[in-house]
């Protein structure tokens, strides 16, 4: 069984396609999306990563894997079909690492130094989930 999956920010469809699974992080926790899943309303968690598992693949081990970006925003998941709803979201493999790693910089010293425990900024979020989602450590 396959998902049909839809990532779209404001200005349109960013990417979209079959998929054998997703997984998203939500405010509710990690969330696993397979054929058959109940329908599910769900907020993403700012600054987090979206994965989305090719269905083409015949294991696990040699899948090809599209990772995600996302500011903040929902999913909806019903009848096998996954909408991603996003105000920011960047296909990983389109990510400029060195512009990335730069944002992640500005968006720090913007911060200034946090007190143990305050929530980073939502730049700092999403300019480390664009860097995970290229397959950097931030």
Not at 58 to 83: I, N
Request: aromatic share 2%; net charge negative; glycine share 10%.
């Amino acid at each position: 069984m396959t998902l049909s999956v839809r990532l779209v920010v404001p200005d349109g469809e960013i990417w979209s396609g079959n998929a054998r699974m997703v997984i998203a992080k939500t405010l509710d926790g990690d969330v696993g999306l397979l054929g058959g899943h109940p329908p599910v309303l769900g907020i993403l968690a700012e600054g987090s990563v979206v994965r989305i598992l090719d269905p083409e693949a015949a294991d696990a081990a040699q899948s090809s894997e599209v990772m995600v970006a996302v500011s903040s925003g929902f999913l909806a998941v019903a009848d096998d079909r996954v909408s991603i709803l996003s105000g920011q979201a960047e296909i990983g493999a389109r990510v400029d690492r060195a512009a990335a790693q730069a944002q992640l910089d500005a968006a720090l010293e913007a911060a200034g130094p946090l007190a143990p425990g305050d929530p980073e900024p939502t730049e700092v979020k999403y300019s480390r989930a664009l860097l995970r989602a290229a397959g950097e450590r931030s």
